[in-house]
């Protein structure tokens, strides 16, 4: 049983803040990862994908994975008060046949 | 940007019922998968399907369930006799073919609620 694990939160950050959301997986052999973005009633969006050890940037957010640890982060840099929602840490399997979803971690930002 | 399309949005039955969801995935992307999300639990996977038949399906989905995709455009999910723990979000995804770690596409959703 391939298992993704996430904080449920609530996180809460005030606005302009740094947000940093964690996930572990439990599939060693896992070799894409990707954070959805998913507001309440709505379907997840992709945020990022990453696929190498280290860190991944694009705008406000960076991905940093850690295959070794079996370890998946999201930062969010100058959190915003739309930034509120559930973030979703996804993993698939090597044959990209099934993507298996963490729990979820909440995130609100404050004004 | 092209997307992923489901209807209906929202879906009431009975129990007992069959249901059929419908998707239309993004153009041309070749894999596709229905996930589930119970209100307040996680995004559960279903079934992923590729070249007409099914890849992969994990333990929910029994012999309740079936996909087709009668023609080039739908992708169908259908639940031949509803139960109440049915109840749930059903998202439709899909991906195209370049890398395997490509990314899921999601569609909207459709809530189905068994009565």
């Known amino acids: 049983q391939k298992e993704v694990e996430q904080n449920s939160g609530p996180l809460s950050v005030p606005e302009g803040a740094i947000a940093s959301l964690n996930c572990t997986y439990s599939?060693?052999?896992?070799?894409?990862f990707f954070w959805y973005r998913q507001y309440s009633g709505k379907s997840p969006e992709l945020i990022m994908s990453?696929?190498?050890?280290g860190d991944k940037e694009d705008g406000r957010f960076t991905a940093q994975l850690n295959k070794a640890s079996q370890y998946v982060s999201l930062l969010i840099r100058d959190s915003q008060p739309s930034d509120s929602a559930t973030y979703l840490c996804?993993?698939?399997?090597?044959?990209?046949?099934?993507?298996?979803f963490g729990g979820g971690t909440r995130l609100m930002v404050k004004p | 940007e092209p997307e992923v399309t489901q209807t209906p949005s929202h879906q009431v039955t009975q129990m007992g019922q069959e249901v059929i969801l419908r998707c239309v995935p993004i153009?041309?992307?070749?894999?596709f998968y229905w996930y589930r999300q119970i209100l307040g639990q996680k995004v559960e996977f279903l079934v992923s399907?590729?070249?007409?038949?099914?890849?992969?399906k994990s333990e929910i989905f029994d012999d309740q369930f079936s996909v087709e995709r009668p023609d080039g455009s739908n992708f169908t999910l259908k639940i031949r006799s509803t139960k109440l723990e049915d109840s749930a979000m059903y998202f439709c995804?899909?991906?195209?073919?370049?890398?395997?770690?490509?990314?899921?596409?999601f569609g909207n959703g459709t809530r189905l609620t068994v009565t």
């Open positions: 153009s041309n992307h070749l894999y």
């Open positions: 990453i696929y190498s050890n």
């Open positions: 599939d060693r052999g896992s070799q894409s």
């Open positions: 399907f590729y070249n007409n038949e099914i890849s992969e």
């Open positions: 996804a993993v698939n399997d090597n044959a990209g046949n099934m993507l298996t």
């Open positions: 995804a899909s991906r195209d073919s370049e890398r395997i770690a490509s990314p899921l596409h």
